[in-house]
């Protein structure tokens, strides 16, 4: 009998347990409990053939570990000589936005895999450019004189094109993320159709509700993002139901000349109340994409 790889642990003497192991069956017998990341270095070093089966702990199903997403690393193409020589890729922090390759996969801290071409969000700079927004263009109301309250108009105006351009960012990072995981819409598509009023609401269904789709489905079967979280797809769904209202009723108040600002009025109580609900709503979906962009931004530890 041909000796077993000596990296291996040894056989397992009862049925797998534990949240995360992964097992193998080599010569009839079940080895484990290994991580996805020793599970890969035995891969790599055809310690374990594409055809050995493996499992994971949970009481998944046995399969060939050729179908493990990133356990086996890509096999070259064949270049003919009439063939140009593809440049290697220069991806790093300083280019965000470049289509990521295989190669920029790699492991993370335990458990994960991280972009090292993918910058981190942060939804605290999110929030805070809204809140400036908002202060300013409140406390203008109630300025009396006229240059001052021009000038927090202006300032207001600034604090929203910074949390507008920022919100944009951080979606074209979420769709860069995604070409990993076989995504065809990529970041510049997604955020171009959302700067086309009353259009972008119905484009939100594919920017954002599609992406938490994709997320989930990511979450679900790539072993290297066991750790992260899945986002609520019913909040993705609702968003661009919401929205749309929204600018259906900011261009009614356009035309009738009527903006709602009076919370005593119970004609502006209803609009206003939903432009809350319609930012709270999409303040939560951007709080979930940060998170999953973050996840896969995180540094080796």
Not at 10 to 37: T, Y
Not at 273 to 291: D, H, K, N, Y
Request: hydrophobic share 45%.
């Amino acid at each position: 009998m041909a000796e077993l790889p000596k990296r291996l642990p040894p056989p397992s003497q009862s049925a797998p347990k534990g949240p995360a192991g992964w097992f193998c069956e080599l010569s009839g017998k079940v080895h484990g409990p290994l991580d996805f990341r020793s599970l890969k270095e035995l891969a790599v070093s055809q310690e374990i053939a594409k055809d050995t089966l493996v499992w994971k702990s949970d009481g998944s199903d046995k399969q060939k570990a050729s179908t493990i997403l990133g356990l086996f690393p890509r096999a070259k193409p064949k270049r003919t000589d009439s063939q140009k020589p593809v440049p290697k890729s220069r991806l790093s922090d300083d280019d965000p936005y470049a289509t990521p390759r295989a190669s920029t996969i790699q492991d993370g801290p335990p458990g994960g895999l991280y972009l090292p071409h993918l910058r981190t969000s942060s939804f605290l700079h999110l929030f805070l450019s809204f809140i400036a927004m908002s202060a300013l263009i409140g406390g203008a109301f109630q300025i009396a004189e006229r240059d001052i309250r021009l000038i927090t108009f202006c300032l207001g105006g600034i604090a929203g094109i910074h949390w507008l351009v920022l919100g944009l960012t951080y979606l074209h990072r979420s769709w860069d993320m995604m070409h990993m995981f076989g995504a065809q819409l990529n970041g510049s598509k997604a955020v171009r159709f959302m700067l086309i009023p009353l259009f972008n609401a119905l484009w939100s269904f594919v920017a954002l509700y599609s992406w938490a789709r994709l997320w989930n489905h990511s979450q679900r079967t790539h072993p290297g993002l066991s750790l992260a979280s899945a986002v609520w797809k019913p909040f993705f769904f609702l968003f661009p139901i919401v929205f749309l209202v929204s600018q259906g009723l900011i261009l009614m108040h356009f035309i009738a000349k009527d903006w709602p600002t009076d919370l005593t009025n119970p004609n502006h109580q209803i609009p206003l109340g939903i432009f809350a609900f319609t930012i709270a709503l999409g303040m939560f979906c951007w709080f979930q994409m940060t998170r999953a962009i973050n996840f896969l931004a995180r540094k080796k530890s």
